[in-house]
């Protein structure tokens, strides 16, 4: 199991950046989570293009670069929060100070596009936070369950989550391995490269994306099987694939899932509550786990560090 390294816990008044190192944001929703996160005891520091806009981009990719280098780098600043997703993490990654940025690991938070800089930081062995950013804040404010979960695990805990199984489909069984995934489309467009999370063995890897056309999700799913990445990995958690329309060949995004999974002999959870959902549990990448799958439930323990 490759060493990770988990950032040091957030203490009453530390300062948590607030980047858009991809899309512009409502300005809004940032606005409305800065209340959120000082109620935690810590201090939000806007970072000065998170609340810009360039074209589709929070601002040009020098701007961005340079903001997420300095939150990344400011050794005042114990946790970086992306404020969306959107596109355009991936314009950042090679240029990132690696060596500052093994030197000095601070919480990464965000999903979704920001899954391009949670490879950056996997490939660090540095553990990063998939989990929901300034519009869950804002919308869902401090007393929401998966805000606290994202909260204590800043403050050192490590969750255990017990899921009623959301799908019949489910196979069961227990794995041990590190926690690796994502949004889909991200991830598949960096294998290959430096920041390919698919090339970590005995991984546990989960997955998730959004407005994906099922046919497109099954080819991303054939390479995943036929460069050997399916057979190499001990557990599959099958995540939200939202906003998509159904093609003539499924219905139902979960039934193609299934069958280009049913031969796997590893546990996998199928309906798992991560993605662009309300409900959208923090999972802890590149974090040691176990993977327990019984008919009724769905049991992930963040058990070692």
């Known amino acids: 199991m490759k060493r990770v390294t988990f950032p040091a816990p957030l203490r009453e008044g530390d300062r948590i950046a607030i980047v858009s190192p991809a899309s512009s944001i409502d300005n809004r929703l940032v606005d409305e989570a800065i209340p959120v996160i000082m109620s935690q005891g810590w201090t939000p520091v806007v970072m000065p293009s998170a609340l810009g806009s360039h074209g589709s981009y929070s601002a040009t990719r020098r701007e961005r670069l340079n903001d997420l280098t300095e939150a990344l780098c400011d050794p005042t600043i114990r946790a970086v929060m992306c404020s969306r997703g959107g596109y ?49 804040l804002a919308e869902f404010g401090a007393d929401d369950p998966d805000n606290i979960t994202l909260f204590n695990i800043l403050r050192g805990s490590l969750p ?94 979960l039934d193609m899932v299934r069958d280009m999974t049913a031969d796997l002999n590893i546990p996998v959870a199928y309906n798992f509550p991560i993605g662009h959902i309300d409900h959208n549990l923090p999972m802890i990448e590149s974090a040691p786990v176990m993977l327990d799958i019984t008919p009724d439930k769905v049991n992930l323990s963040f058990n070692v560090h």
């Open 88 to 136: 355009g993490a991936v314009h950042l990654i090679d240029s990132l100070p690696a060596d500052a940025v093994k030197a000095d690991p601070k919480w990464l938070i965000g999903f979704s596009d920001i899954s391009a800089l949670h490879s950056f930081m996997s490939s660090l062995g540095i553990a990063s936070l998939h989990a929901s950013m300034c519009k869950h």
């Open 160 to 253: 255990t989550y017990s899921i009623e199984a959301r799908h019949d489909g489910n196979k069961p069984g227990t794995a041990t391995g590190q926690l690796f995934g994502g949004n889909l489309a991200v991830l598949g467009a960096l294998i290959g490269t430096p920041y390919d999370m698919f090339a970590h063995d005995d991984a546990i890897l989960f997955l998730e994306d959004i407005a994906e056309p099922i046919y497109k999700v099954e080819r991303q799913l054939y390479q995943l099987r036929l460069s050997g990445v399916l057979d190499r990995i001990k557990g599959l958690i099958v995540g939200q694939f939202t906003e998509y329309r159904p093609d003539r060949n499924y219905s139902d995004m």
